[in-house]
């Protein structure tokens, strides 16, 4: 592109202020301009052209001036889309071209072109080769492998903050693994709801083969029919169901100020279509999440409600150009702070737990987002605890080495395995030891169950022993006299208070 020519050169340099476009350039004076000619300039701030030609998209309205180092300024009469021949029959475009017509020469801006995800291919004699590096693949695992249609509407049409531009996905193994199915009947026709809360679809899923960490064998799915909005609720039996639906009436009418006017719920999941198809979804996502990094079956209960999470700051064909967040809340999500499921994240130790000398960072999985406040959860490998941080450094490309033992030999009765009957020199023989122990193993070879501290007063009032703590503190509370109970003035606000839920090991307190 670059030819020497003995010919008289000239150059011209841009003050440098703030805010101000710049502008850096060296060029030859005999070269005749050409449309397929480009210069990568490192000092000029924006792409840059004069001919109105190469423009697919042109706003005319954009309109600034660029100073020069000789104080001349040059007039910008639009910004826009242009395409260029990257010479093997690829066409790229360029975005935020600034159009001037006094321009002789078109521009590359090396600094725009590093907004963009590009890395130095190769440094030739006269030029500089840069290749594009897509976060496609990254965003997709970040997005509970959403598929890459969903993922381009997002970003075409702008349906949420902080996602860039998505190209192809490679060909993803925990999509073949979660997602794969036989091609679907036609669909027919059903009734829309018009407004939030007309129409609310329900489903139960269960049982699962394998509890939770909470003891939950089953979920209950809630799904708004008009914004396609849906909300999770964990289960130990069936029973339960009646119950949680009283609860999350009370949480919707009481959050959208609206009250349900029918409830289409069936234990048979095709009687009720929408449920059918968002409980099948949700179900392949968190599948996808969990057999992508080889997590163990334990951690459904976290899949799901991730991938619920994730689902409704995702595009749906039932809901034009918006998510369900958006249409439910009216205002667009913000997903820069997506993280992929199952990543390594190190989360910060409180001053108070650590001595100067101890580590300051416990090494967790990173398991799904919080609901009642804007922190990550993550779980403790070692210790066993589902920890809720914002103190988070995540390593997204890296994963927890889950080791998958060798199917145990299958029992003959459906009760658990006594424990008391090996002998430890059996054991020994049977599984050798070794440095690093995966949480499966312990799983297949042991009886474990680990409950997490309740989230949020309706969890802690379902157990006795939260039930027996929190009475015991209001005690406390009324005979230390810490609070007097008045009346409530008109003129006066009221400052909201929660219940914090935490178990103390080996407390003095």
């Known amino acids: ?78 910004k826009g889309t ?63 492998h959403l598929n890459v249609k969903g993922l381009k509407l997002l970003s075409k049409k702008e349906m949420v903050f902080g996602l860039p531009k998505i190209d192809s996905v490679n060909v993803c193994e925990g999509c073949i693994y979660g997602k794969q199915s036989k091609k679907p009947f036609p669909k027919g026709r059903s009734r829309r709801a018009s407004s939030c809360l007309e129409i609310i679809h329900a489903d139960l899923c269960g049982p699962m083969q394998t509890a939770s960490f909470g003891g939950s064998r089953y979920f209950l799915l809630f799904t708004d029919d008009h914004s396609r909005m849906s909300w999770v609720y964990f289960l130990q039996s069936k029973a339960e169901t009646f119950e949680t639906f009283k609860k999350f009436k009370a949480f ?59 689902l409704n700051i995702s595009p749906t064909k039932a809901v034009l150009n918006r998510t369900p967040y958006e249409a439910w809340y009216g205002r667009k999500p913000w997903v820069s702070h997506l993280k992929v499921f199952d990543s390594v994240a190190y989360t910060l130790i409180d001053s108070h737990n650590r001595s100067k000398l101890d580590e300051k960072s416990i090494k967790c999985i990173f398991i799904g987002y919080c ?52 002998s430890s020199s059996q054991s020994s023989e049977e599984t050798p030891p070794r440095k690093f122990r995966s949480l499966r193993d312990i799983y297949e070879t042991t009886q474990v169950l680990f409950v997490a501290d309740p989230t949020t007063f309706e969890e802690a009032v379902e157990k006795e022993e939260w039930c027996s703590a929190m009475k015991e503190e209001i005690a406390t509370i009324e005979k230390n006299e810490t609070w007097e109970l008045v009346e409530l003035s008109e003129d006066k606000n009221v400052i909201g208070v929660k219940w914090v839920f935490r178990t103390k090991y080996l407390s003095r307190w």
């Open 371 to 422: 609901s009642q406040s804007k922190g990550y959860k993550l779980y403790n490998p070692v210790s066993g605890k589902i920890i809720v941080s914002r103190n988070v450094v995540f390593d997204e490309k890296a994963s927890w080495t889950w080791r998958i033992p060798a199917s145990p030999t299958p029992s003959n009765s459906p009760s658990s395995p006594n424990l008391s009957s090996s």
């Open 1 to 78: 592109m670059l030819e020497e020519r003995k010919a008289r050169k000239q150059a011209n340099y841009v003050e440098q202020e703030e805010d101000q476009v710049k502008l850096f350039m060296a060029y030859n004076e005999e070269v005749v301009s050409s449309n397929n000619i480009w210069f990568l300039d490192s000092g000029c701030s924006n792409h840059m052209t004069g001919i109105k030609s190469l423009f697919k998209e042109l706003d005319e309205s954009h309109k600034l001036k660029v100073k020069l180092g000789d104080d001349k300024q040059v007039q910008v009469e639009g």
């Open 252 to 310: 919707v009418e009481k959050q959208s100020g609206k009250c349900i006017k029918r409830a289409d719920y069936s234990l048979f999941t095709r009687a009720n279509g929408v449920a059918e198809r968002k409980n099948r979804t949700v179900v392949e996502m968190a599948r996808s999440m969990m057999k992508a990094k080889n997590l163990s079956n334990h951690f459904w209960a976290e899949g799901v409600a991730t991938a619920v999470y994730l």
């Open 82 to 144: 242009v395409a260029v021949n990257n010479g093997h029959g690829n066409v790229k475009f360029l975005y935020n071209v600034y159009f001037i017509p006094s321009l002789t020469q078109n521009l590359l801006s090396v600094g725009q072109l590093m907004l963009f995800p590009l890395e130095v291919s190769s440094i030739e004699k006269h030029a500089l080769v840069v290749k594009e590096t897509s976060e496609s693949n990254l965003w997709h695992l970040r997005y509970g």
